[in-house]
């Protein structure tokens, strides 16, 4: 089932599938905050061309429009803040996974709570899922924070489960069912 987008989050954010025309924003955005976010996405590690943003945004287009899963643009007054996203949907047993970043401007007040929230409700009944998962690095205590937030519960960790700068680091499962 495809819902169309955008999604009216309150009175200052609206979530909407990442379209061409953003790529200009959306690649200055995140080429602004890599230093930001270096330490918890892998993509973050090295300059991106403009070029690749533009890919990303037409996969996740395709993405979205094949209901495969995809990525939104977080805008908060109409400016791009950051992305929130379900990287694949799981139909055999009803489930994704969330991820998000936002702009290391944007960041507590609340946007990321609200954005991820919406996608849920989002997954839950308008995909009719089961589960929700989220990941991150066991030390990425604001994204711990939001998780919990949010409801979900935390699973289990997996040892040395993501490279990063240095070695492996620890990544912590957190998930949440439909009825919860």
Not at 21 to 50: G, I, K, M
Not at 67 to 79: D, I, K, P
Not at 99 to 118: E, N, P, Q, V
């Amino acid at each position: 089932m495809q819902v169309n987008f955008p999604i009216t989050v309150d009175s200052a954010i609206e979530l909407r599938v990442l379209s061409q025309q953003d790529a200009p924003q959306f690649h200055a955005l995140l080429t602004a905050n890599l230093d930001h976010l270096r330490p918890w996405f892998d993509f973050a590690r090295s300059q991106q061309p403009y070029e690749d943003s533009l890919a990303f945004i037409r996969r996740t287009q395709q993405r979205y429009s094949d209901g495969l899963g995809f990525w939104a643009g977080v805008w908060h007054h109409e400016s791009l803040a950051g992305a929130v996203g379900f990287t694949e949907f799981d139909r055999g047993n009803s489930a994704t996974e969330l991820s998000y970043w936002l702009s290391k401007d944007f960041t507590g007040r609340g946007i990321a709570t609200g954005a991820c929230a919406a996608m849920i409700e989002w997954a839950f009944r308008h995909r009719k899922l089961h589960r929700i998962t989220l990941r991150m690095a066991a030390e990425n205590t604001r994204s711990i924070a939001l998780a919990e937030r949010l409801g979900f519960r935390r699973e289990g960790v997996l040892k040395e489960a993501e490279r990063c700068e240095g070695g492996f680091r620890d990544v912590v499962i957190y998930g949440l069912l439909a009825g919860q």
